[in-house]
Nanobody, 127 residues
Framework: QVQLVESGGGSVQAGGSLRLSCAAS????????LAWFRQVPGQEREGVAG????????YYGDSVKGRFTISQDNAKRTLYLQMSSLKPEDTAMYYC????????????????????WGQGTQVTVSS
């Protein structure tokens, strides 16, 4: 079972930036789909960004397009989420997730399609 460990969360003022990291316990960068989700208490997990490691193609949720960037460092077995122009509504627990193989179209947005998850890192954006 692949283990994922997130880090980099914290508190920031609106307009600021943060970079989240997700370290994997094994080499999962052959042909995996990796993603970042976020969740606010009482709400469903929301897909934020995804990447298919086989091609490098990236996907973004509408609420973060143009502000967030997902990337991977194969040598370090690490997934990143660079977050800029942060807004108070970005406040949430952020999770990284993964599964073997690709996901098509909008399937990446659904948490049920992922096999392994990290424990989460909290991001708080104040106005």
């Amino acid at each position: 079972q692949v283990q994922l460990v997130e880090s980099g969360g914290g508190s920031v003022q609106a307009g600021g930036s943060l970079r989240l990291s997700c370290a994997a316990s094994a080499d999962i960068y052959g042909s995996y789909f990796l993603a970042w989700f976020r969740q606010v208490p009482g709400q469903e997990r929301e897909g934020v960004a995804g990447i298919f490691t086989g091609s490098g193609r990236t996907y973004y949720g509408d609420s973060v397009k143009g502000r967030f960037t997902i990337s991977q460092d194969n040598a370090k077995r690490t997934l990143y989420l660079q977050m800029s122009s942060l807004k108070p509504e970005d406040t949430a627990m952020y999770y990284c997730a993964g599964r073997p193989g690709p996901l098509e179209h909008y399937s990446w947005l659904f948490s049920v399609n992922y096999n392994f998850w990290g424990q989460g890192t909290q991001v708080t954006v104040s106005s």
